[in-house]
């Protein structure tokens, strides 16, 4: 079990950059697949990008390729996603989760941090 808690969400400007955290407890952080999520109002949520157990590998959504970057840092049970050049339509809450394998079922989450971006 891990437990997940997100930081570095906030308020900036379009063209901006922020960095947020994820960071989680226990052991067993570097046996989880790592994704970043988020949902704006009236949206559903969906992926941002997602981090193999060793960080070798990422995925991104379309929307964010090229501008966010996910990593993780095992040492310290955590994982990041840094934007640049965000944009307006980034404006979400931001989640981190955690699963057993690529292709399995998120099953920890954390409480989200919000970023807003504003034009």
């Known amino acids: 079990q891990v437990q997940l808690v997100e930081s570095g969400g906030g308020l900036v400007q379009a063209g901006g950059s922020l960095r947020l955290s994820c960071a989680g407890s226990g052991r067993t952080f570097s046996t989880y697949v790592m994704g970043w999520f988020r949902q704006a109002p009236g949206k559903e949520r969906e992926s941002v990008a997602t981090i193999g157990k060793s960080g070798g590998v990422t995925s991104y959504a379309d929307s964010v390729k090229g501008r966010f970057t996910i990593s993780r840092d095992n040492a310290k049970n955590t994982v990041y996603l840094q934007m640049n050049s965000l944009k307006p339509e980034d404006t979400a809450i931001y989640y981190c989760?955690?699963?057993?394998?690529?292709?399995?079922?998120?099953?920890?989450w954390g409480q989200g941090t919000q970023v807003t971006v504003s034009s």
């Open positions: 989760a955690a699963r057993q394998t690529w292709g399995g079922t998120y099953n920890y």
